[in-house]
Structure formats: structure tokens, C-alpha cells
């Protein structure tokens, strides 16, 4: 069965900063997707990432995937308040069963 | 082009009543989701669909119902409301794998 964790779970992060969200999946997959949802919204595209070694990247946001690893990060590039929200990672399987992620609630501070 | 398109918004269903949400997408995909997201939670794959007429269960199926008699429409049904189905629910459609996934706006439902 398909399992997918993320962390950190919550990243409070200054403006500026630098940091990295972790997705972890239990079986094998080529397809990954993260999104971004904010509070009372719904959830908005971010990246599709296809192929083993795929980078995607989108002003401050850049996601990449290992499928040795099992691994998706999205490393966030010089933060400003505008990306606080709750980022997830969705993994697909091979019966086409989108599991998504625990979630990371990023908050950007001055 | 009006994408994934979910109704009710908003519902406040008593315990033991039954419902159904609909959800419509009108960009010819074949594959469609209905998710549940409780309050500061991720979201739960309720069941899915990869073609009409084909449905399959995800990680929290009991309570629910599904069908999809037409590509475009992927209706749930709640059959005996219970306050643990009080959630945020969530349509989603995408044409092919490795496509965008689309989300409709969301279904607020509470059961007292």
C-alpha cells in the first residue's frame, strides 16, 4: 500500500532563508505532483514531475525527484511572506491512486 | 470553460440523513478523485475513478458511494450522515497520468 510522508510537518522560516520539504513514498512511482493550498482555498498546481531526476523550478520554488530514492523535495529559494501556506506532495500509483501527503504548513516571518 | 465544478458549497446534514455531492468537469478527463480533508489535515482518498462505469475504492471508503455513469459527472453519495463525516470534500479530475491535476473549490458539510 502506498504510503507518502512529508516533513517537516510545520517550517516557520524567516524572510530570506533558505529551506527544504521532503516527500517520501513507500512503493514505486513516476509520478509526483506538489501543490500549494491556502487557509479556506483549494489546493493549486505547482510542479508535475514525471521522470527520475526531474527539476522543476518556478520563481522561489524548485522540486526535483529521485525514484531510487523514493524522494521529492521542494527547496524554497530566499522566502517572502507570500509563500506562507501549506504545500503537499500527491504520489501516484500504479493502479492510478493519488495518495497525497501529510502536508508542511510554511509561515514566512519578517 | 468552467473546469471541476462542485455543489453544494455549503451543507449542514442531521445525523442519520443521506446526500449526495455532485461533481462535474467539462474538460473531456478521464480520471476523477473525491478527497476529504478534515480540519489542519491532509487529504484522504475517498474513491476514484479512471473511465464511466469504472470506480474503485481509495483509503477511506466506508460511509461513501460512488458511480460515474457519464465522463463528466462523479457524483458521492453519503448514505447515513454521521458527525464523523464532517469534512471539507474535494473533487478532482485529470485527463491522463502525468497531467495536471484540476480541484474544484470544495464542499463545506457538517453533520450534527
Known amino acids: 500500500e502506498l504510503k507518502v510522508e512529508q516533513n517537516p510537518l510545520f517550517l516557520s522560516m524567516q524572510e530570506g532563508k533558505n529551506y527544504t520539504i521532503y516527500c517520501n513514498y513507500s512503493?514505486?512511482?513516476?509520478?509526483l505532483y506538489w501543490y500549494r493550498q491556502d487557509p479556506g482555498k483549494s489546493l493549486e498546481s505547482l510542479f508535475v514531475?514525471?521522470?527520475?531526476?526531474a527539476v522543476k523550478q518556478e520563481g522561489r520554488l524548485m522540486a526535483s525527484l529521485d525514484t531510487k530514492a523514493r524522494l521529492s523535495t521542494l527547496h524554497i529559494t530566499a522566502a517572502v511572506h507570500d509563500l506562507s501556506a501549506t504545500y503537499f506532495c500527491?504520489?501516484?500509483?500504479?493502479?492510478?491512486?493519488?495518495?497525497f501527503g501529510t502536508g508542511t504548513r510554511l509561515q514566512v516571518f519578517p | 470553460n468552467a473546469g471541476v465544478t462542485q455543489t453544494p458549497k455549503f451543507r449542514i446534514l442531521k445525523i442519520g440523513q443521506s446526500m449526495t455531492l455532485q461533481c462535474t468537469q467539462d474538460?473531456?478527463?478521464?480520471?476523477m478523485y473525491w478527497y476529504r480533508q478534515d480540519p489542519g489535515m491532509g487529504l484522504k482518498l475517498i474513491y476514484y475513478?479512471?473511465?464511466?462505469?469504472?470506480?474503485d475504492k481509495g483509503e477511506v471508503p466506508n460511509g461513501y458511494n460512488v458511480s460515474r455513469s457519464t465522463t463528466e459527472d462523479f457524483p458521492l453519495r453519503l448514505e447515513l450522515a454521521a458527525p464523523s463525516q464532517t469534512s471539507v470534500y474535494f473533487c478532482?479530475?485529470?485527463?491522463?497520468?502525468?497531467?495536471?491535476?484540476?480541484f474544484g473549490e470544495g464542499s463545506w458539510l457538517t453533520v450534527v
Open positions: 478532482a479530475s485529470l485527463y491522463s497520468s502525468g497531467n495536471t491535476i484540476y
Open positions: 514531475l514525471l521522470s527520475n531526476g
Open positions: 474538460m473531456n478527463h478521464n480520471y
Open positions: 512503493t514505486t512511482s513516476d509520478r
Open positions: 475513478s479512471v473511465g464511466a462505469g469504472i470506480t
Open positions: 500527491a504520489v501516484a500509483d500504479n493502479t492510478d491512486k493519488l495518495i
